[in-house]
Nanobody
Framework: QVQLVESGGGLVQPGGSLRLSCAAS????????MSWYRQAPGKERELVAV????????HYADSVKGRFTISRDNAKNTVYLRMNKLKAEDTAVYYC????????????WGQGTQVTVSS
């Protein structure tokens, strides 16, 4: 059974930092693109960052470039999102997502973790 479990969310002041973790089980990540999405109240879910294991390539939303870093530890089957210089507009529920790049239609979501940026 595939599971993605996020952790690391919380309340942080503007300008602060957090590191989110997504622990994957039930599959190995080598053929998956791992992503972080977020959804703020009243808004659609949006892609924040993607990492592809095959070539280590990454992609970021313009709104987080230079502030967020996505990384993965294949030995631990875990993906991280390091968030620096947090802003109030980063407040959202952050979701981990796994997309199988080999088998069509295989994609999984975590349950989400709340990030609140407020003074």
């Amino acid at each position: 059974q595939v599971q993605l479990v996020e952790s690391g969310g919380g309340l942080v002041q503007p300008g602060g930092s957090l590191r989110l973790s997504c622990a994957a089980s039930g599959f190995t990540g080598s053929t998956y693109a791992m992503s972080w999405y977020r959804q703020a109240p009243g808004k659609e879910r949006e892609l924040v960052a993607v990492i592809v294991d095959a070539d280590g390539s990454t992609h970021y939303a313009d709104s987080v470039k230079g502030r967020f870093t996505i990384s993965r530890d294949n030995a631990k089957n875990t993906v991280y999102l390091r968030m620096n210089k947090l802003k109030a507009e980063d407040t959202a529920v952050y979701y981990c997502h796994a997309l199988n790049l080999v088998v069509a239609g295989q994609a999984y979501w975590g349950q989400g973790t709340q990030v609140t940026v407020s003074s």
